[in-house]
């Protein structure tokens, strides 16, 4: 690299411009130029067949990076506005839920894990969200600068699987919702491909239209779930009513951090997905200002909702729905008493599965692309239309068990969440920090980062500190994890059922062993 560049600006090459980036293109002619969007549209064959969509508004650009001169800020508010939508769905009501009716936790202790683990949670996905405008990258791209090539593959894989998950659970309860206004005739498996495809629509065309949905979306959603607070309330909250079943000692601490752990999950699940959806911001954009507002974005739909949702189960009537009907069955029971109209209001709660799933499946297509380079050929529109037919049929088949599937996922999901952002907060704010005071690759608007070798593997850290940090990081968090199939040694400790450590196991030995390997990868490498 070159390392006598001056610029004018410390924060960007040398200044958040367009100009600047093509100066600093210019004297390096073996850097890999960031196309503009005109002409991602016509790079193959498949692409210029789609022509007509892309000129119609279909985002042609996949994980390729965006170019200052194709970002602004028009979007800023959807590091907001966008998380308010994307959660403040029917699919983060039944979170709630299971604090008393799978872990038997009362309501007092049910608020207290919502508020401390979504906090946490939501400070992981804030944090990768903070990257997307300094670098113009997605997630899944930004790894390959701490577990190079081969260990972003691995991520994007996880990533699927994760965003799959999210979405399976999420169209289950949306076609439950449904077929429960239709009296059942309606069959389940044709509300679950209904609301599914609904939410294909959007994600097909991309960016812009997302973040245009996921701006107004909430306010609907938002004055029902007041309505929910009200009918409920009027039909007498007892929150003293599960201190009877409430666990003790080492018991009462293995339900508290079982749950917490679906917590954490519900909220940093989006972190493998964060920076997906404001690369398109300019990379001057404050990170405190993206940090907080994506923080609060996160907060305050999850614990409005999630607080709701563990308050219905204070209610008598209500848990005995979920019994019956799961988590469909109480959203049934509290509109029951306003007859058509209630039943009208389910029919909109079942369609703001939309708003979840849109990011979901934008970000398993995106992450398709970073599997094999050959994949990257194919437009990311095509992508999603295999997405959604592959977890519309999973979630078909899983119909039947939504409560199990969700439990069981969002436990499993922390665990990899953790070590991968201990590894990219880590090679961050340590290496690319150290990196940028030596003069090494600081050739972008993110100090340390060359981000004109982000699809060059030989070029990109090898990613064996990192691989490997991951591996410590996964055996760790079977030792302190506690599922219905498997409870580890740790998690043993915390009485028959035991207690769920498997994150914060997961992030504490990665942070430990990344940091030595991955000096000693760079000394033996050099990158």
């Known amino acids: 690299m070159s390392n006598n560049i001056e610029w004018e600006n410390k924060d960007y090459y040398g200044g958040a411009s367009a100009a600047n980036e093509v100066n600093y293109i210019a004297q390096r002619p073996d850097v890999e130029v960031a196309l503009g969007e005109e002409e991602l549209a016509h790079r193959n064959p498949i692409f210029r067949k789609l022509g007509g969509l892309f000129n119609r508004g279909v985002e042609a650009r996949g994980i390729e990076r965006v170019p200052e001169d194709e970002r602004d800020g028009k979007h800023t ?31 007092h202790s049910a608020v207290a894990a919502i508020v401390t683990f979504t906090a946490l949670g939501a400070a992981f996905t804030a944090f990768i ?62 509300s679950i491909v209904i609301v599914g495809f609904l939410a294909l629509v959007l994600c097909f065309v991309g960016y812009e239209a997302m973040h245009y949905w996921e701006r107004y979306a909430w306010i609907v959603l938002f004055i029902f779930y007041c309505c929910m607070w009200g009918l409920a309330g009027h039909k007498g909250f007892d929150m003293g009513a599960q201190q009877a079943e409430q666990d ?28 997906d959806f404001n690369c398109r911001l300019p990379s001057t954009i404050r990170p405190w200002k993206v940090f907080l507002l994506t923080w609060f974005g996160l907060m305050v739909p999850l614990l ?33 008493p306003w007859g058509g109209g209630g039943k009208f209001i389910l029919v909109i709660f079942a369609f703001s599965i939309i708003s979840n799933c849109i990011p ?58 953790a070590f991968f952002v201990v590894v990219v907060f880590e090679e961050h704010y340590i290496f690319r920090y150290f990196f940028h005071k030596q003069g090494i690759d600081s050739s972008g608007p993110a100090r340390g980062y060359d981000l004109t070798v982000y699809d060059n593997w030989r070029r990109l850290p090898i990613g064996a500190a990192g691989i490997f940090a991951c ?45 030595p390997l991955r000096y000693l990868e760079y000394r033996l490498v050099g990158r």
Request: glycine content about 12%; proline content about 4%.
């Open 77 to 107: 508010i959807g590091l907001l506005l966008l998380w308010w939508s994307v959660n403040m769905v029917v699919s983060t009501l039944p979170i709630g839920l299971l604090a008393q009716a799978y872990y038997t936790l009362t309501f």
């Open 129 to 190: 969200a903070t990257l997307g405008p300094k670098t113009g990258l997605r997630t899944m791209v930004i790894t390959r600068y701490s577990v190079g090539y081969v260990g972003a593959t691995i991520f994007s894989f996880l990533n699927i699987l994760t965003q799959l998950g999210f979405s399976v659970t999420a169209i289950i309860l949306g076609g439950q919702t449904l077929t429960n206004v239709s009296n059942d005739k309606l069959p389940l498996e044709a």
């Open 248 to 275: 003790v000692g080492k018991s009462y601490a293995g339900d508290f951090l079982s749950f917490g752990g679906i917590v954490f999950s519900s909220a940093s699940g989006w972190a493998p997905v964060a920076a």
């Open 304 to 336: 409005f909702v999630e607080i709701l949702s563990a308050a219905l189960m204070t209610v008598p009537d209500y848990a005995a729905a979920f019994e019956t009907g799961d988590a469909g069955g109480v959203l049934a029971a509290v509109f029951e």
């Open 360 to 417: 979901n499946t934008y970000s398993a297509a995106l992450s398709c692309q970073c599997l094999l380079p050959a994949f990257q050929k194919i437009p990311r529109a095509l992508w999603t239309i295999l997405v959604f037919v592959i977890y519309t049929v999973a979630a078909v088949a899983g119909r039947e068990h939504f409560s199990e599937i969700l439990s069981n996922f969002l436990a499993i999901l922390g665990y990899w969440v």
């Open 471 to 515: 591996c410590c990081g996964a055996g760790a968090a079977v030792v302190g994890m506690a599922q219905v199939w498997y409870i580890g040694p740790l998690g043993a400790v915390f009485g028959e059922f035991g207690g769920d450590l498997g994150f914060e196991m997961s992030a504490g030995v990665t942070a430990i062993v990344y940091p």
